[in-house]
């Protein structure tokens, strides 16, 4: 193998000239591949022994780089400033969006943000008509009415997109999932609660300005008594008011990313219960906002209660860790005891809830055990949360006396993979033969007092649990993200399995198709 001389040619002042590098200084990174037997070279070039941590590239550089010096101040200002600058920059921003495949495939959530717009405007213009022709409010009365009818809007939006039981039947429906984007509930959730802080910050302000310019009494005399009779209920709107900015404050705050992801999921649990007290004095403030909030809230009351009887129920919601594996990444599977009338479909998400870790915290996480599996459930955790890293760490550090304490069997797939799983595929034979088909002979979590014991709720339904209804499904993902898919693809090997059919006369082995797919439309599944 022969190693010439390199030449590279830099852009320096408008014009081109060849630079020789001496053969001292390149850096060859040999690997040899033993299956093609060749020699695969890379090479970094550097300037001299002081450029050290400059590698330079093939392709043409200026000479602040090639004289390894920052661009001065002014070059910097006039190539932010220029037109070509600005134009690189917003087709960079919109070069992957506004495109006729974009908007093809977010069809449903552009119309949904337009239909949530129009609502709010045509409420708008609605007050601002009324109030102008029939009323002849002045503009900060006109301000404060729009910033009301939109808050009340909006704190009705806010209750529906968190009503998960609703959700989980609308999804049902293939013609509503196909123009509703109910997998983004959560998120617009968050977005309308920004929302409510800018217009209660704009009704406020209106309010406390038409305050100002009134003359029948004092400015602190509006805001802080109940002397002026404002309101529905004994002039206490003002104050009501204030107790809702307080309340609305300590919520978002404690709503933050750095509060809920930053140790202390606790205080935004807590603060977030505020809601009762916010809609409760809301309704005592606001006139009208009782005809638009009982609906959606009653509904919202009731999927609360159903949470709540089947959460602690053992036959429903209150169950036990049978055994756990360390897996490598900083990834942890818990195997859980499957209560007897819990039912979900693959692709499935459930809120775990671990006293011993933490009591009142719930996380969602995607069950990647298959429905026909019945006697446990599996999760599949990475440790990158506050929580999520207390759980791995717990099962990790367990000694085996813990173990035996809590009735908990750790695999440590981290160490060993290949006796983790013969280990975990010996105990799922133990826990067929010891509980069977049979719901009646399972074991409760009653009678394993020291066992390490799981809240769930749920199941709730995601975008994966419609991958039955179609022909041809592609199903992408990466690290942990492929937990819905491992479901979904256990419960198609457990409908091969089920349609497994040995012929008596010849003994040869075929498949019933109509047990495998029978009422669904799926024919091939891609899974990268």
């Not at 088909?437 to 769930?456: K, Q, T, Y």
Request: with cysteine.
């Amino acid at each position: 193998m022969h190693i010439h001389y390199c030449k590279r040619q830099f852009n320096i002042a408008e014009s081109y000239r060849t630079v020789f590098f001496p053969l001292k200084d390149l850096i060859l990174l040999l690997r040899f591949r033993n299956e093609h037997e060749t020699i695969e070279i890379q090479s970094e070039i550097y300037l001299n022994e002081s450029q050290r941590s400059l590698p330079v590239s093939s392709h043409l550089v200026d000479d602040d780089r090639l004289n390894n010096t920052k661009p001065s101040k002014y070059r910097v200002v006039q190539q932010f400033f220029t037109n070509r600058k600005w134009y690189s920059y917003f087709y960079e921003k919109s070069r992957s969006k506004f495109t006729v495949n974009y908007l093809r495939n977010n069809l449903e959530r552009i119309i949904c943000i337009i239909l949530y717009i129009l609502i709010n405007l045509g409420l708008s213009l609605y007050v601002i008509v009324y109030r102008s022709t029939v009323t002849k409010s002045n503009v900060l009365i006109v301000f404060a009415r729009i910033g009301e009818i939109l808050l009340n809007f909006n704190c009705t939006l806010v209750i529906i997109l968190m009503l998960k039981y609703t959700i989980l039947m609308l999804r049902m429906n293939k013609d509503l999932r196909k123009w509703i984007p109910l997998d983004d509930h959560i998120d617009f959730h968050k977005f309308v609660g920004r929302f409510i802080t800018v217009l209660a910050i704009f009704h406020t302000i209106s309010h406390m300005a038409n305050f100002g310019r009134r003359t029948e009494h004092s400015w602190s005399t509006f805001m802080f008594t109940t002397y002026p009779d404002i309101g529905w209920i004994g002039g206490f709107t003002p104050l009501s008011g204030i107790i809702l900015c307080i309340i609305l404050a300590i919520i978002i705050i404690c709503s933050m990313k750095w509060i809920r992801h930053g140790g202390h999921f606790q205080v935004f649990y807590w603060t977030h219960l505020l809601y009762l007290a916010f809609y409760i004095v809301l309704i005592v403030h606001a006139r009208v906002f009782w005809k638009w909030i009982i609906a959606p809230f009653t509904l919202f009351v009731l999927e609360k209660i159903y949470s709540n009887l089947t959460r602690y129920s053992s036959d429903n919601g209150r169950t036990y860790i049978l055994s756990v594996t360390i897996e490598p990444s900083n990834v942890i599977c818990l195997y859980i005891h499957r209560p007897k009338n819990f039912r979900f479909k693959a692709g499935d998400y459930i809120s775990i809830n671990l006293p011993r870790i933490a009591l009142y915290e719930y996380h969602p996480f995607t069950i990647s055990s298959a429905p026909e599996e019945m006697s446990y459930l599996s999760v599949h955790i990475q440790a990158s949360g506050n929580w999520t890293k207390r759980v791995y760490q717990r099962f990790k550090d367990m000694s085996d006396t813990q173990n035996v304490e809590n009735d908990l069997i750790i695999h440590r797939a981290d160490l060993n993979i290949d006796q983790a799983t013969a280990e975990e595929r010996q105990e799922r034979e133990i826990i067929y033969c010891e509980e069977g088909d049979d719901d009646n002979e399972r074991i409760v979590p009653d009678s394993r007092v020291h066992a390490e014991v799981a809240i769930i709720k749920g199941p709730y339904s995601s975008c994966a649990r419609c991958v039955f209804d179609y022909k041809h499904v592609v199903l992408i993902g990466g690290g942990i993200g492929i937990t819905p898919y491992a479901s979904i693809l256990q419960s198609l090997m457990a409908q091969f399995r089920a349609s497994h059919i040995v012929c008596k006369h010849c003994q040869g082995h075929n498949y019933n198709r109509r047990n495998i797919l029978e009422n669904r439309f799926l024919k091939k599944v891609d899974f990268i």
